[in-house]
């Protein structure tokens, strides 16, 4: 499982509404899309939710490679390139993902907390209290779902959450969400992602594993 964002830091006098209306005629595009588990249409606008810039930042968790590459290589993203240039792709592996509360409500708003895992800390047992503390911050009211990923070339943690109402402070990136595209979403394989046994991991759904197969 793959999470997958990329950021347009937009100029300060830009019209957000360009934004709103471009979501608003091709979000729907991805709706059914091969591999995707769901994507977050999510904006930031200077002086709203702390932001001091106008970015389009769209969020990502991928069930599937495949469909990321079909993505990503000829896909809808050179729509993207076509319109603002290549941005940089940041990219995650998903080590756990979670439900809160409000799971069956259409999220309006996002939040990311980013931190570094220390060198001289052991990543299991640090990545073990940080999927806890995802699960603790999803019991909050308003919780939709949340994923926790990790670039192991950099050691970066993203906890990544989406919200029926406002994203927490203690998240300290906010988001507008324009649209959800979410075709696979029930796919997604819920709860600890690592040290688990290959044939759990390769379970179908509704198997012993606990959740959806994933790859």
Same mark, same amino acid.
Do not use: C
């Given at each position: 499982?793959?999470?997958?964002?990329?950021e347009?830091? /937009?100029?300060?006098d830009?019209?957000?509404?360009?934004?709103?209306?471009?979501?608003? %005629?091709?979000?729907?595009?991805?709706?059914?899309?091969?591999? /995707?588990?769901?994507?977050?249409?999510?904006?930031?606008?200077?002086?709203?939710?702390?932001?001091?810039?106008?970015?389009?930042?769209?969020?990502?968790? !991928?069930?599937?490679?495949?469909?990321?590459?079909?993505?990503?290589?000829?896909g809808p993203?050179s729509?993207?390139?076509?319109?603002?240039?290549?941005p940089?792709?940041?990219?995650?592996?998903?080590?756990?993902?979670?439900?809160?509360p409000?799971?069956?409500?259409?999220?309006? %708003?996002?939040?990311?907390? #980013? #931190?570094?895992?220390?060198?001289?800390?052991?990543?299991?047992?640090?990545?073990?209290?940080?999927?806890?503390?995802l @699960?603790?911050?999803?019991?909050?009211?308003?919780?939709?779902?949340?994923?926790?990923?990790?670039?192991?070339? %950099? !050691?970066?943690?993203? @906890?990544?959450?989406? !919200?029926?109402?406002?994203?927490?402070?203690?998240?300290?990136?906010?988001? @507008?969400? /324009?649209?959800?595209?979410?075709?696979?979403?029930?796919?997604?394989?819920?709860?600890?992602?690592?040290?688990?046994?290959?044939?759990?991991?390769?379970? %179908?759904?509704?198997?012993?594993?606990?959740?959806?197969?994933?790859?």
């Amino acid at each position: 499982m793959h999470a997958m964002q990329y950021e347009i830091t /937009l100029p300060a006098d830009y019209d957000m509404g360009i934004i709103r209306e471009r979501v608003a %005629t091709r979000g729907h595009l991805l709706d059914d899309f091969g591999g /995707l588990g769901l994507k977050v249409y999510g904006i930031r606008e200077r002086g709203v939710d702390g932001s001091t810039l106008n970015q389009y930042s769209p969020f990502y968790l !991928w069930h599937d490679e495949a469909g990321m590459n079909a993505f990503l290589f000829g896909g809808p993203f050179s729509g993207i390139v076509d319109s603002f240039g290549r941005p940089v792709v940041q990219h995650w592996t998903v080590l756990g993902f979670e439900e809160g509360p409000a799971f069956g409500t259409p999220p309006v %708003t996002a939040g990311k907390h #980013v #931190v570094s895992i220390p060198a001289e800390t052991d990543p299991v047992a640090f990545l073990g209290e940080t999927l806890d503390g995802l @699960r603790e911050h999803l019991r909050q009211d308003g919780a939709h779902s949340g994923a926790l990923a990790v670039d192991p070339r %950099t !050691w970066q943690v993203v @906890r990544y959450s989406l !919200w029926a109402g406002e994203a927490p402070e203690s998240d300290e990136v906010r988001y @507008r969400i /324009l649209h959800l595209s979410s075709p696979h979403l029930d796919e997604l394989r819920r709860g600890q992602q690592w040290d688990q046994p290959i044939s759990a991991a390769n379970s %179908t759904p509704g198997s012993a594993s606990g959740g959806p197969a994933g790859h």
